[in-house]
């Protein structure tokens, strides 16, 4: 160990010329791994777990809270509070992921994430007070918020420019994995069960993916800025196929870490001008990704059915409906992102989300009878919202959140990323019920349906396409000031470059 560090350290005194062409030569000398494919998948499968953990932990809250009322007689504002109590962890764990990811790394930040999760998931289930409760969904919300800062970045800087959307996806596809099986036991076992093991089976996979991270690779790009070239192509021999592709990273990498001013880095470097367009278009996507109403939904699907004469288990139906939708599409989206392109799929699947939101105000106003064709116009309305959703901003917000800031950022930059959207998700959750009582539930309907519109319209104005390019492809067009979409020019790399 102290022998490579001494290598890297002699690396590191090479001037920026010198240090290049050395690794160049030690790509050629560098021994590419037979399983390079199979780790670069596993690892990306692994971290994805997180997205799971995070789904389930957010979704096992709308079949549980029933049981949860019942046992500490709660009011709709304590119930907003134990729904919304995991967001509040999740804003203060997505800023502390950030400077954690920067100083000691991806993996080690993310390992760091998925043991907060076995302990948060075990000490929530032996909650013996409400007060209790909500302390320890905080601490549990530690972890979904660190994991939604450090997983995506984690594996978009692991992936192929050709297959980022594919693997950084994953972390969405395991989200609805995570959510449908939340609603599964929730209908399924909550009788037999109770609240408790619920909530406390997370901790088994978490454990799991705590033992996994600790052999998978590290960020090459987190390698090449802290330690240097060396350590980013024994990195990269580990999860790529061929030398050409490793020594195309190296070279680009190189470029991009000489270019880059000491002002640009970290948090002061989000406050510099050339920056400021993927600031607002990546904060923008993370606020609309989550007060669209999906997050709404998920959470509380079963207690509205239930307040609009849905029975117990048609509401949980109905919920466990949400969530299969839910995890179909994301999946879909996972599989075509790369094809049709992040800004396009928002474009197209936005304005059916604001006409399914127009479509369930208009139902719900006129307080459809279970089992008529008003409750089955609200069940259609309620999966076409989700389908939309799932398969457009849900998939293109979290991935665009994880490619758009340059690498001397990008720690501090998703830690903002992702403080903002579980800040946007609080502010939904524990307003849902106000809304719905100050408005009726057909009038929260149509709030959200122009939450939708607006959604639309910002992507339009201020997301470029970002599919077939690099993360330095990215950081390259931000420095020259072709980042934003224009008429003719919607990508920052042309079609005939990819």
Same mark, same amino acid.
């Given at each position: 160990?102290?022998?490579?560090?001494?290598?890297?350290?002699?690396?590191?005194?090479?001037?920026?010329?010198?240090?290049?062409?050395?690794?160049?030569?030690?790509?050629?000398?560098? !021994?590419?791994?037979?399983?390079?494919?199979?780790?670069?998948?596993?690892?990306?499968?692994?971290?994805?777990?997180?997205?799971?953990?995070?789904?389930?932990?957010?979704?096992?809250?709308?079949?549980?809270?029933?049981?949860?009322?019942?046992?500490?007689?709660?009011?709709?504002?304590?119930?907003?509070? /134990?729904?919304?109590?995991?967001?509040?962890?999740?804003?203060?764990?997505?800023?502390?992921?950030? *400077?954690?990811? !920067?100083?000691?790394?991806?993996?080690?930040?993310?390992?760091?994430?998925?043991?907060?999760?076995?302990?948060?998931?075990?000490?929530?289930?032996?909650?013996?007070? /409400?007060?209790?409760?909500?302390?320890?969904?905080?601490?549990?919300?530690?972890?979904?918020?660190?994991?939604?800062?450090?997983?995506?970045?984690?594996?978009?800087?692991?992936?192929?420019?050709?297959? &980022?959307?594919?693997?950084?996806?994953?972390?969405?596809?395991?989200?609805? #994995?995570?959510?449908?099986?939340?609603?599964?036991?929730?209908?399924?076992? &909550?009788?037999?069960?109770?609240? &408790?093991?619920?909530?406390?089976?997370?901790?088994?996979?978490?454990?799991?993916?705590?033992?996994?991270? +600790?052999?998978?690779?590290?960020?090459?790009?987190?390698?090449? !800025?802290?330690?240097?070239?060396?350590?980013?192509?024994?990195? %990269? *021999?580990? =999860?790529?196929?061929?030398?050409?592709?490793?020594?195309? !990273?190296?070279?680009?990498?190189?470029? #991009?870490?000489?270019?880059? $001013?000491?002002?640009?880095?970290?948090?002061? @470097?989000?406050?510099?001008?050339?920056?400021?367009?993927?600031?607002?278009?990546?904060?923008?996507?993370?606020?609309?990704?989550?007060?669209?109403?999906?997050?709404?939904? =998920?959470?509380?699907?079963?207690?509205?059915?239930?307040?609009?004469?849905?029975?117990?288990?048609?509401?949980?139906?109905?919920?466990? @409906?949400?969530? #299969?939708?839910?995890?179909?599409?994301?999946?879909?989206?996972?599989?075509?992102?790369?094809?049709?392109?992040?800004?396009?799929?928002?474009? #197209?699947?936005?304005?059916? *989300?604001? +006409?399914?939101?127009?479509?369930?105000?208009?139902?719900?106003?006129?307080?459809?009878?279970?089992?008529?064709?008003?409750?089955?116009?609200?069940?259609?309305?309620?999966?076409?919202?989700?389908?939309?959703?799932?398969?457009?901003?849900?998939?293109?917000?979290? %991935?665009?959140?994880?490619?758009?800031?340059?690498?001397?950022?990008?720690?501090?930059?998703?830690?903002?990323?992702?403080?903002?959207?579980?800040?946007? $998700?609080?502010?939904?959750?524990?307003?849902?019920?106000?809304?719905?009582?100050?408005?009726?539930?057909?009038?929260?309907?149509?709030?959200?349906?122009?939450?939708?519109?607006?959604?639309?319209?910002?992507?339009?104005?201020?997301?470029?396409?970002?599919?077939?390019?690099?993360?330095?492809? =990215?950081?390259?067009?931000?420095?020259?000031?072709?980042?934003?979409? &224009?008429?003719?020019?919607?990508?920052?790399? $042309?079609?005939? $470059?990819?």
């Amino acid at each position: 160990m102290n022998e490579d560090n001494a290598e890297t350290q002699e690396y590191q005194n090479l001037t920026p010329e010198e240090a290049l062409k050395a690794a160049e030569a030690a790509v050629h000398h560098v !021994e590419i791994s037979s399983s390079a494919k199979i780790m670069l998948g596993l690892t990306a499968f692994v971290a994805a777990i997180c997205g799971g953990l995070y789904g389930y932990d957010t979704g096992i809250i709308s079949g549980a809270l029933l049981l949860i009322t019942s046992d500490f007689h709660l009011n709709s504002g304590m119930q907003e509070l /134990v729904a919304s109590s995991i967001l509040i962890g999740a804003v203060v764990g997505a800023l502390l992921a950030g *400077s954690m990811s !920067e100083k000691y790394g991806r993996r080690f930040t993310a390992t760091i994430v998925s043991a907060v999760f076995v302990l948060g998931a075990i000490a929530c289930s032996f909650a013996q007070s /409400v007060t209790q409760l909500i302390i320890f969904r905080v601490f549990l919300g530690l972890a979904v918020g660190g994991s939604t800062q450090v997983v995506p970045m984690y594996i978009s800087e692991l992936a192929p420019a050709g297959r &980022r959307g594919n693997l950084v996806t994953m972390f969405n596809v395991a989200i609805g #994995i995570g959510i449908l099986l939340a609603n599964i036991i929730g209908f399924a076992a &909550r009788d037999a069960w109770g609240w &408790r093991p619920m909530i406390g089976l997370a901790a088994i996979p978490a454990g799991f993916v705590f033992l996994c991270l +600790l052999f998978l690779p590290r960020s090459p790009r987190w390698t090449a !800025e802290n330690e240097g070239l060396k350590s980013a192509i024994a990195e %990269l *021999s580990r =999860i790529r196929t061929s030398k050409k592709a490793i020594l195309r !990273e190296i070279r680009e990498m190189h470029e #991009i870490a000489e270019s880059t $001013d000491p002002l640009d880095k970290g948090w002061r @470097g989000l406050a510099q001008p050339w920056v400021r367009p993927a600031v607002i278009a990546a904060l923008g996507v993370a606020f609309f990704t989550q007060v669209g109403g999906l997050e709404m939904m =998920i959470y509380y699907a079963p207690t509205f059915l239930h307040d609009a004469g849905f029975g117990k288990n048609s509401a949980l139906l109905a919920s466990l @409906g949400v969530a #299969i939708t839910y995890c179909i599409m994301t999946f879909l989206g996972c599989l075509t992102v790369d094809k049709i392109g992040r800004r396009r799929l928002m474009l #197209i699947t936005g304005p059916i *989300s604001v +006409l399914s939101m127009i479509g369930l105000g208009v139902v719900f106003s006129m307080h459809p009878a279970e089992g008529s064709v008003g409750a089955w116009l609200v069940i259609f309305f309620l999966l076409s919202f989700m389908a939309s959703n799932s398969i457009g901003i849900q998939i293109c917000g979290w %991935l665009t959140g994880a490619e758009m800031f340059p690498l001397c950022m990008r720690g501090q930059a998703t830690s903002l990323f992702a403080a903002t959207l579980w800040g946007a $998700d609080l502010l939904v959750t524990i307003t849902a019920l106000t809304l719905v009582q100050l408005v009726t539930l057909g009038g929260a309907m149509w709030v959200y349906a122009a939450v939708n519109v607006l959604t639309v319209l910002f992507v339009f104005r201020f997301v470029p396409e970002l599919s077939g390019a690099s993360l330095e492809d =990215i950081e390259y067009a931000l420095r020259k000031k072709r980042f934003a979409p &224009r008429k003719g020019h919607t990508r920052i790399v $042309d079609a005939s $470059d990819l």
